[in-house]
């Protein structure tokens, strides 16, 4: 079953505008991750933001985190038709040794040139 | 080095037929999963192994379905008698530590059952 939902679910905007995707989830967690999905390819890891913070930056990512509300948010700054893709985020529960990813259903974001 | 690799890259099997799909995780990454993502759908977990061990199945679908990681390193999933719900792409997935960490997917194998 998946932890959580991504909203929207689809985005498109023009080149060099900022995209901002949200993520919700329903159980405590210890870190949420966003993973990028190019068409027909593997997951690409972009940034991990653990339960104890709130904000934090890569590039032109920045990821934020409120745990009383159980979400999160991914903001790509200066969006480029290459960001083009799917985003999913992705949590990590209490669960001992393991440290299994649960997926919510993906953002598709489309940029236009 | 090289990043986590899968094969084959794509199957089409008969319903009822077995396969065996394979992925070589980053070398020296203590930690495995297998993902398996329908059309449209966020990846579900299927199984985890910390080296050798399996330490949870618990997503694995049915008893149709078995993993395995003898040596720590190499893993096989396995489904026996495949049915059309089987097919999506499966994602194999290795990480650095039993810890709380990023992990590096491989491409998928894209299995279509006839």
């Known amino acids: 079953s998946q932890q959580g939902e991504e909203d929207p679910q689809a985005l498109s905007i023009q080149e060099g505008e900022n995209a901002t995707m949200n993520c919700s989830y329903k159980t405590s967690i210890n870190n949420l991750q966003w993973y990028r999905q190019n068409s027909g390819r593997g997951l690409v890891h972009l940034i991990l933001?653990?339960?104890?913070?709130r904000e934090k930056h890569s590039g032109r990512l920045r990821v934020t985190l409120d745990t009383s509300k159980k979400s999160s948010s991914l903001l790509i700054t200066a969006s480029r038709a290459a960001d083009t893709a799917s985003y999913f985020c992705a949590t990590v529960s209490f669960t001992g040794a393991n440290s299994k990813l649960t997926f919510g259903k993906g953002i598709t974001l489309s940029v236009r040139p | 080095g090289a990043g986590v690799s899968q094969s084959p890259r794509y199957k089409v099997a008969k319903r009822g037929q077995d396969v065996a799909l394979r992925c070589d995780p980053i070398?020296?990454?203590?930690?495995l999963f297998w993902y398996q993502q329908a059309l449209g759908q966020g990846p579900e977990f299927l199984t985890y192994?910390?080296?050798?061990?399996?330490?949870?199945k618990s997503g694995l679908p049915s008893d149709r379905f078995f993993a395995e990681r003898p040596e720590g390193s190499v893993s096989t999933l396995k489904i026996q008698r495949t049915q059309q719900e089987d097919s999506a792409v499966y994602l194999c997935?290795?990480?650095?530590?039993?810890?709380?960490?990023?992990?590096?997917f491989g491409p998928g194998t894209r299995l279509t059952v006839t």
């Open positions: 070398s020296g990454h203590v930690s």
């Open positions: 933001i653990r339960s104890n913070e």
């Open positions: 192994f910390q080296n050798e061990a399996q330490l949870d």
């Open positions: 997935a290795s990480s650095s530590s039993e810890g709380y960490y990023e992990q590096y």
